[in-house]
């Protein structure tokens, strides 16, 4: 049996190759639209974490470490959402692996629940936790009852938080959408002159 992976990278580089010189037809604003994009979903991301950071601090009455607490739930969930809206989008848009629009919009919708939205609401969770156990702002749990405590703690917070996750949703939701849009225009540009170039 042949093996035959050298014609199918040859293949794909190929097709990156014209995906990548259609793109750099578009307008300026669009070109950054699609080469940028995952940045945006990174800073509402980091938006949805300084919120739940903050709600937690209220509840928990932690008032120390304020910027050791915001600086983590702000870089951590910019960079997680950003690095995954990237792979799981942004990529497979421009190597032509994701050729579907209501596949590229429940992906996009997926990453900004997950990524952007519950997992800063989470990540608040031990970090507020282990401050108010250090600086005993809050009355903790024994150890039997640690998960029906942070339950009962989470869910007036989860509310509260419900807005900006299904925000951050239909966002990322709608940028992967036009993404998904904008690169059809990029493929129907005709072939740009080797002149040019």
Request: hydrophobic content about 45%; some cysteine; charged content about 15%.
């Amino acid at each position: 049996m042949e093996n035959h992976e050298p014609d199918d990278t040859i293949k794909e580089n190929l097709t990156l190759d014209i995906i990548t010189r259609k793109i750099n037809q578009l307008p300026e604003a669009e070109k950054n639209l699609l080469e940028h994009g995952s940045a945006y979903i990174g800073l509402n991301a980091a938006l949805c974490g300084l919120i739940a950071n903050s709600l937690f601090r209220r509840v928990l009455n932690v008032t120390q470490a304020r910027v050791a607490a915001s600086l983590p739930m702000a870089v951590i969930p910019f960079l997680t959402a950003q690095v995954s809206f990237t792979g799981f989008i942004s990529l497979p848009l421009s190597r032509g692996n994701l050729s579907c629009e209501t596949c590229t919009v429940t992906r996009s919708g997926l990453v900004g629940l997950v990524f952007g939205g519950l997992y800063p609401f989470i990540l608040a969770i031990p970090v507020n936790g282990g401050l108010a156990a250090r600086y005993e702002s809050a009355l903790l749990p024994e150890k039997g009852n640690i998960l029906t405590y942070w339950i009962r703690i989470s869910k007036p917070i989860f509310r509260k938080m419900l807005f900006p996750i299904l925000l951050q949703t239909a966002f990322a939701a709608y940028l992967g959408s036009r993404q998904y849009k904008l690169l059809i225009k990029a493929l129907q540009l005709p072939e740009p002159d080797l002149e040019t170039l």
